[in-house]
């Protein structure tokens, strides 16, 4: 449970880089990028278990209900940190950005989760030509994640600013106006 809520704020940790960095410069610290996402992690871990439930049972009954629902879920943790959505707000705000452009989410997202699957095999392959113990194959998971952990993040997070209405700005929505975003900053 550490380790899943240590991931989610990592997660929107990278979120927020990716907010920071959309006016060509890098202004945000660590602890401010922490502080940003730290409100938001109760509402990231409920969001991340509930579309992990749904994606995986959507896997279980046909394949395609589950590419559907990582599709038009995409952008579910962008939407808590960068709009400070509920858990059940940003399901819908995520199918409302990915409405029109659900081809081209479900390209970026299933290579994206190639490159993840394609890196951990590899880190295994070489754990277990390294040794076959079990600390070497704990050590390899573990740079295997952290190797991985920021693609997803980094994707749903270029994906959001890519989806959002050009008239909206980078990073304000109609509820995340400049004036009301002050507040949030760390």
Known sequence: MVGLAIGTLYQGMVVGLVRDVQDGRRDSSV??????????????LGAGILAGFGIGFGFVLLVVPGLYL??????IAPAIVIERRGIFDAFGR????????????LWTILVA????????????????????????RIVFSALASTFTAPITALVAAVLYFKLLPPETGVGT??????QSEARFQG
């Open 31 to 44: 602890g401010d990028l922490m502080r940003f996402a730290l409100p938001v992690l109760g509402p990231l």
């Open 70 to 75: 990582a599709t038009i879920w995409a952008v």
């Open 94 to 105: 995520s199918r409302q950005l990915v409405s029109g452009n659900g081809w081209p989410v």
């Open 113 to 136: 989760y190639l490159i993840t699957f394609v890196a951990a095999i590899a880190l295994t392959a070489v754990a277990d030509a390294i040794a076959n113990g079990p600390l070497v």
């Open 173 to 178: 929505t109609p509820e995340n106006t400049p």
